[in-house]
C-alpha cells in the first residue's frame, strides 16, 4: 500500500479565486442567520406614550427625552410618521404619540 500525498494543482487561478470568495461570502451570511446578529426584533416598538405638549416644547427636545438611545433626527423623523404631523403643527395642548423601543 503506497502512501504518497495526491498533489492539487490550480489550472484556473480566476475560477479558484471566485470559488473562494463564493464561499466566504457564503459562510458569512450563513453564520449571521444562525446567530442572529442582524435581530429585527430588537427594532420593534413595544408601546406608545402619550405626551402633552406643552408651551415651549419641540419635536427634538422631547426626541431627546423620551428616544435618547437613537439619533435623534431619526427619532424625531418617526414622531412625526407615526402622528402624521410635521414639526410646524404643534400646540400646546396637542397630544402626541412617541414610540418606546425594548
Known amino acids: 500500500m503506497s502512501t504518497t500525498k495526491k498533489h492539487y494543482r490550480i489550472k484556473n487561478r480566476f475560477r479558484f479565486t471566485l470559488f473562494v470568495v463564493i464561499m466566504m461570502l457564503t459562510l ?8 442572529g446578529i442582524y435581530n429585527a426584533a430588537s427594532l420593534t416598538i413595544d408601546e406608545f406614550v402619550s405626551v402633552e405638549i406643552c408651551y415651549g416644547d419641540t419635536l427634538w427636545d422631547i426626541a431627546k ?3 435618547s438611545d437613537i439619533d ?16 410646524s403643527d404643534l400646540y400646546p395642548g ?3 404619540q412617541i414610540p418606546v423601543y425594548n
Open 28 to 35: 458569512i451570511t450563513s453564520t449571521n442567520a444562525v446567530l
Open 65 to 67: 427625552v423620551y428616544m
Open 72 to 87: 435623534t433626527r431619526t427619532a424625531v423623523h418617526k414622531i412625526c410618521k407615526i402622528n402624521d404631523i410635521t414639526a
Open 94 to 96: 396637542l397630544t402626541i
